[in-house]
């Protein structure tokens, strides 16, 4: 008797089977490959240097700060571009995504022109304060947030066009107001999908690479995230450059099954 599983994939065209085969390669190989380079007898020494402390606890710090900001101001976007005859909605959604598909770098340069010593928001900042964001971390989080927050609004709004609104609507008409609708009703009817947002939000900050040595420079002990420290290692020492690429996979995967177990589930 032909398994189950087995009669259910002879029922694809040999050729597509064949091509999934060679795109689950394409992702395997390289992973397979950053493994077996390993120096597994370098690692202990490389997770207790204090340099790879802390561009692990910048990153995890900044990816975090960037997701809460992602959040509070990603979720409210996405419920403004998911009502139904919101003008302009086509244009504003393109813009969501242009972070998306422009280089990195070019994101970079792009906040330093907003924000920037000399751009249209950090010129007035700083001549009223002083201070300039460029080369701190929150450069570092502005850098993270600008490349990640389409995760979260995307992800968001494509869950809240599955919901049934007359739940909401119905609540409204019963008294609860437009706050107690929005955080007791309609965001725990789309948890999975905003937990989901969150953790790919999360994870893309995390591994911001071109954006942040761009906008926020690659200072040790201050913009230095794990992404960075890769890059800096790799010019000299790449042994040190895989090893660290290796605590960066292994950090990712582990805190994304960890929140995804506790929290994606449904109520």
Known sequence: MVPASDAGLRRFPGW???????GVAALVLPLAGLLIRTPWPDL?????DPATGQAVLLSMATATVATVVMLLLGVPFAILLSRPGLRGAALLRALVTVPLVLPPVVGGVALF????????????????????????????????????????VLTVEGALRQVDTRVVDAARTLGAGPWRAV???????IRPSLVSGAVLGWARALGEFG?????????????????????????????RAIGLAVIMFALT???LVAV????????
């Open 16 to 22: 597509l089977v064949l091509l999934a085969g060679v």
């Open 44 to 48: 202990p020494g490389l997770l207790t």
């Open 113 to 152: 022109a907003a924000m920037g010593r000399s751009g249209v928001i950090g010129r007035p900042l700083y001549d009223w304060t002083g201070w300039s964001m460029p080369f701190t971390p929150y450069a570092v989080v502005a850098a993270q947030v600008f490349v990640a927050m389409p995760f979260v």
């Open 183 to 189: 955080w007791q009703i309609l965001l725990p009817m």
């Open 211 to 239: 954006a942040t040595i761009t906008f926020a420079g690659n200072f040790p002990g201050t913009t230095r995230t794990l992404p960075l420290a890769v890059y800096a290692e790799l010019q000299g020492q790449p042994d």
């Open 253 to 255: 995967v582990m805190v």
């Open 260 to 267: 995804s177990r506790r929290w994606a589930r449904p109520w």
